[in-house]
């Protein structure tokens, strides 16, 4: 049982690390989860979360990615 509290925890912080991110460049959390499934580009939350705390500008660079 805490075990899922605790998934659902950290996936809930990764989303709102990644809405956070995502917002400066002019999209919205669920848009930027649909589009990169759109194209085809499976990287997982806890990988975005990552990215947008160590690595803003590889994000951007998906972000651009995405929004052509």
Do not use: C, M
């Amino acid at each position: 049982r805490d075990r899922k509290a605790k998934k659902r925890s950290f996936r809930r912080l990764w989303q709102t690390t990644i809405n956070t991110a995502v917002r400066t460049e002019g999209l919205r959390y669920n848009t930027f989860i649909s589009l990169l499934k759109k194209h085809n580009i499976s990287i997982d939350r806890r990988v975005l979360a990552e990215l947008a705390q160590k690595e803003p500008s590889l994000l951007k660079e998906i972000i651009a990615k995405v929004k052509q």
